[in-house]
């Protein structure tokens, strides 16, 4: 299939770019590098250095199968103080994409969407029945294009599939040390994981751990982490489905959560992330983040139902590969005291 590929340059696009292309896809990157980086568009994928707003001249010559569309930022406390980057890059810029799509009769997409459309849940696990309300701009922009997914199926035949997101961890780690490893590397780091790495690294004195008096078992926030490969695997099998559909002309939208089915609190994750490093990670308890659930778990059964996928890898394999991928991003700075056994 040929696939044009947004924001192919990120964390998750980069991941799902390079299976693609072991999967015998043809991959097309459009990503403009805002927060990408131009050595994670894989070997063997064509690169245009553009915007979603941009796809136009793209979509024209491409005749492309499918549309997988992960360009957005996603910074939740950015999108409360800037909420206009987010409903111009989300929202409008998405916009932007599906017009470009129709224009140019391409019909299947598979998006990026958030388990953040949820917002606070009344019980766990979420499905994806469960009331949304997402509680900033970043999740409201996402849940926006959802709806939009959903119009355009029903008016313009459109076959979709939005994948939710929960905590997504790990790395792409290539069996060789040349190309082919992907994973995390934000500027502005504010996920759990790899904060956790950096401090065993030595680049943090310590770990805050966000709140420690949450109705859980240990007091600490659960998450539902999932592994970048499982996600990955998910993406593929939407894209088989989107583009099965796409030449019926009747229209569907499947939206899946994507999440192990199962939390892990913060307090679980720094006890992997010691066991993993063999380094002490010292953490701190810290007040809780404005806004932050205590609980947020997926229910995975739709997506095991419709796509047939269920995610194999565990917390401690999500930690290893992202400690990997540091060490071979930063090997000065995580090998300097040694052992791990990733
Ligand atoms: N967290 C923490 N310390 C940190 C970063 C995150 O205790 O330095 C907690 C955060 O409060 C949340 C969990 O770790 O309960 C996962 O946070 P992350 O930002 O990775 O993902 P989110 O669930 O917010 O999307």
């Known amino acids: ?34 927060t990408g980086h131009a050595d994670a568009v894989p070997a ?32 939740v406390p950015e999108s409360v103080t800037a909420p206009e980057l987010y409903w111009q890059n989300n929202t409008a810029g998405s916009l932007a994409l599906l017009e470009s799509m129709r224009r140019h009769d391409v019909g299947a997409i598979v998006f990026s969407s958030t388990a953040a459309t949820y917002g606070e849940p009344d019980t766990v696990p979420i499905l994806e029945s469960s009331p949304t309300r997402p509680t900033n701009p970043y999740g409201a922009s996402k849940l926006a294009v959802d709806h939009m997914l959903t119009s355009y199926a029903a008016a313009h035949g459109f076959s979709a599939v939005s994948l939710r997101y929960f905590n997504v961890a790990g ?42 008096h949450y109705p859980t078992p240990d007091g600490s926030c659960v998450r539902d982490y999932i592994h970048v490969l499982d996600l990955a695997d998910a993406h593929l099998r939407a894209l088989d489905r989107a583009s099965a559909r796409a030449g019926d002309g009747q229209g569907s939208h499947l939206i ?31 007040p809780n983040r404005p806004g932050d659930p205590a609980v947020l778990i997926a229910s995975n059964d739709k997506a095991a139902d419709e796509l047939g996928w269920r995610p194999t890898r565990d917390l401690d394999r999500m930690v290893a590969d992202a400690w990997e991928f540091f060490q071979r991003l930063r090997p000065e700075v995580a090998g300097a005291t040694g052992s791990g056994n990733g």
Request: net charge negative.
């Open 171 to 212: 790395a792409r780690i290539a069996s060789d040390d040349s190309a082919g490893s992907y994973g995390e590397r934000h500027a502005t780091e504010t996920h759990l994981i790899p904060i956790a790495l950096q401090v065993a690294a030595g680049l943090r004195p310590e770990l805050q751990v966000n709140g420690v």
């Open 256 to 286: 899946c959560n994507l999440g192990s089915g199962s939390g892990s609190s913060v307090r679980e994750v720094i006890e992997s992330v010691r066991r993993i490093t063999g380094r002490p990670t010292p953490a701190v308890d810290a």
């Open 44 to 75: 063997g994928a064509e690169f245009v250095q553009a915007s979603i707003t941009e796809a136009d001249p793209v979509l024209a010559g491409g005749q492309f199968d499918a549309v997988v569309h992960f360009a957005a930022k996603s910074l």
């Open 1 to 34: 299939m040929r696939v044009l590929v947004t924001g192919g340059a990120g964390y998750i696009g980069s991941v799902v770019s390079a299976e693609l292309l072991d999967a015998g896809h043809q991959v097309t990157v459009l990503d403009n590098l805002s």
